[in-house]
């Protein structure tokens, strides 16, 4: 049911790639609560994937742009507000590639080449969506940026390889950026720690199934969903959380703060007495 949480509201949403990512289900619910977006990806994340299904759903523009380079966010920006007749409110950093993951090359055996572009895409280019919205003066005051992140930058989880430490990157930038923006333009720069959700970009993390499956039987909520996440990102980017910034808020249904279940005591106990 929507609530127009976001009537009158404009932003900019980055990273929707098909119908399985968080992007995705962040732009339907987005202007379900009224809201008026651009769409934007990489131009060969855009070959790939179905983002203009998705523009054709929103009734809105997709402005193409390479997150690494800062001539196309500016350009971004600047077409979003020609657009929008003026400032936005809201923005949305979806963006995350690993070429180490993608090839299979280990943490311990990185190929260095690969790890700054890793860092460069998931973490730098959010730097450089608040710097180039900053000096243009694209978002509104108590406008909202958030991006999406994942608890691996607190914890080790084998196989998220150089992605871990992306997130990490960005997690503190948000809080760097967010002090500066905040002071000048009261604009609210937060990120999600999202549940570990079956998207293009997740799957291709090895073992992720058992990420998925660990995650669900120790949260006591279980796995939140791409929806779920969306929902949220509403919420942070409406007027009900003006005052939250500099944070990074988790989203997964208690598994931060969860040490052990009682259903991964009993599946190991089980698995116990199979073995004996």
Known sequence: MSHQLLKGKKGIISGALDERSIAWKTALACVAEGAE????????????GKINELAKLCNCPVIPADATNIADIENLMQKSMEHFGGKMDFILHSIGMSPNVRKSIAYTNTNYENFLKTLDISALSFHRFLQTAMKLD??????????LSYIAAQRTFPGYNDMA???AVMESIARSFGYSYGFAKKVRVNTISQSPTVTTAGSGVSGFDVFLHYADITSPLGNASAEDCANYCVMLFSDYTRMVTMQNLFHDGGFSNTGVSHLIVEEIMAGNKVEE
């Open 37 to 48: 977006i651009v769409l934007t990806n990489a131009p060969i994340a855009m070959r790939m």
């Open 138 to 147: 694209a978002i509104n005051e108590w406008g909202s940026v958030v991006a």
């Open 165 to 167: 430490d992306a997130k």
